[in-house]
């Protein structure tokens, strides 16, 4: 059965340094997410593409996060630098299109912050 | 805006009880909603959604527009239901989530 990848699983990293996630979403699905959730609450969107174009960013804290999906396939969330707020667990979904329809999620990598 | 509000953060019952977790939202078009639920050590999945009014694991949901709320019932709990339970929306272009409620069953 397809599934979205995401690596790496844990990620530690020092503050200020910069750390970068990949996602590869299930084979042709149009719409990727990625989210933030920090423990204890609900996942927070961060951004969301359709192919390789953004729809969804005004969450994204821009001075320090970025995002792509250069082919319209897999994707690389990056932060840089790190701050010590950042430790949470970063999930990637992706679904065939935006409404009425399932989105799948990864395993999320864990990022700590030290 | 898109928001969806569950108002519970954990919910404790005994097995056989019946189960409801709140889900209210606020959208100002018409929303496509759907229950998500996280089982321990596993990725978070689709439970059930509003538009195809199925029963998943004995779990049913009513979208009710006029109070605005989309809770999700159980008549019988069962141990293997205990889990994050996420209340989700999708709107014209993104699918937004609540703080989710821990459901606890005990034997």
């Known amino acids: 059965e397809a599934e979205v990848a995401q690596s790496p699983r844990y990620k530690i990293t020092e503050k200020s340094q910069a750390v970068a996630f990949w996602c590869d979403p299930i084979s042709g699905h149009a719409t990727l997410y990625w989210y933030r959730q920090i423990l204890g609450q609900g996942p927070e969107l961060l951004v969301q593409f359709q192919d390789e174009s953004v729809v969804d960013d005004s969450q994204l804290p821009k001075d320090r996060f970025s995002a792509e999906r250069l082919k319209g396939v897999d994707s690389t969330l990056k932060i840089q630098p790190a701050e010590l707020g950042d430790s949470a667990m970063y999930l990637c979904?992706?679904?065939?299109?935006?409404?009425?329809?399932?989105?799948?999620f990864g395993q999320g990598t864990r990022l700590t912050v030290v | 805006a898109q928001r969806v509000t569950q108002p519970e953060k954990l919910l404790s019952v005994f097995k056989g009880a019946p189960v409801e977790l709140k889900c209210n939202y606020s959208y100002s078009g018409s929303p496509e909603l759907f229950w998500y639920v996280q089982y321990s050590r596993q990725r978070l999945q689709l439970l059930l959604r509003?538009?195809s009014r199925e029963s998943i694991k004995g779990f049913t949901a009513d979208l009710n527009k006029g109070e605005t709320s989309f809770h999700l019932k159980k008549p019988f709990a069962q141990e293997e239901d205990s889990a994050m339970y996420y209340c989700?929306?999708?709107?014209?272009?993104?699918?937004?989530f609540g703080t989710g409620t821990r459901l606890q069953v005990f034997p």
């Open positions: 979904a992706s679904s065939f299109m935006v409404e009425n329809t399932e989105a799948f």
């Open positions: 509003h538009i």
């Open positions: 989700a929306l999708s709107g014209t272009d993104k699918l937004i």
